[in-house]
């Protein structure tokens, strides 16, 4: 997977949402500044992390992955790179702007049938198919409410392997699920079975992020 070229997708992405501006005033400039953000320095080191520390959990007979929280897809992208091309990595995000930029960052580096994004309440679309998915990933659980965490782990398919991610920065208003410690990161995902937690200090120095994998 060339990393060159997602960059090489985003800034085509940014430039025609500049051009659009020009002639639209209904045009949201900020899309930009997202888009940058899902890929600055602190996304990147936790989805790296993710990847490396997960690739001895992946379930032998893996079909379907689901991204909760998907935002533009970063993870999924990552994570090609372990799970082969033949597995459907299923992304989902509330918002709709998500969907199509995302197929334009996969542009090129993947095939787009088997990287989807879904424009749905992440909570609600994974119960409607909880049983289709060997492998849950939650990189932005700060944003889920606790209990529909839980309930999240409840409905998976026992031999399910989930990876979460939390943090501890509070000062973020649409963190409404951070925690002190990776300790209570770890009793807020309440999973039967630990495989692995650790944290990871963010780049920017401002925060720590918590990660789980188990059953």
């Not at 080191?45 to 490396?52: C, I």
């Not at 399910?160 to 009793?187: K, R």
Request: negative net charge; proline residues 3%.
């Amino acid at each position: 997977m060339s990393l060159e070229q997602v960059f090489s997708n985003a800034l085509e992405e940014i430039t025609n949402i500049y051009m659009k501006s020009k002639y639209d005033p209904e045009t949201d400039l900020y899309r930009s500044f997202d888009l940058l953000n899902s890929l600055n320095k602190n996304q990147f080191a936790s989805k790296r992390w993710l990847v490396e520390k997960l690739t001895p959990y992946i379930p032998s007979e893996l079909k379907s992955v689901c991204i909760l929280g998907s935002w533009y897809g970063l993870t999924g992208i990552l994570l090609r790179e372990i799970v082969g091309p033949d597995v459907h990595i299923v992304n989902i995000d509330t918002d709709p702007e998500t969907k199509e930029i995302g197929l334009k960052l996969i542009k090129g580096i993947d095939v787009h049938e088997k990287t989807v994004f879904k424009v749905d309440d992440a909570v609600n679309y994974f119960f409607s198919c909880a049983h289709n998915f060997q492998l849950i990933i939650n990189t932005s659980c700060e944003h889920m409410d606790e209990d529909d965490i839980r309930l999240i782990v409840e409905a998976k398919h026992k031999n399910a392997v989930v990876c979460f991610q939390g943090n501890n920065y509070h000062s973020v208003q649409s963190h409404i699920n951070t925690h002190n410690s990776l300790e209570e990161f770890v009793d807020s995902v309440n999973l039967v079975q630990l495989d692995y937690s650790e944290e990871l200090k963010a780049p920017n120095g401002k925060y720590d992020r918590y990660m789980v994998i188990g059953q």
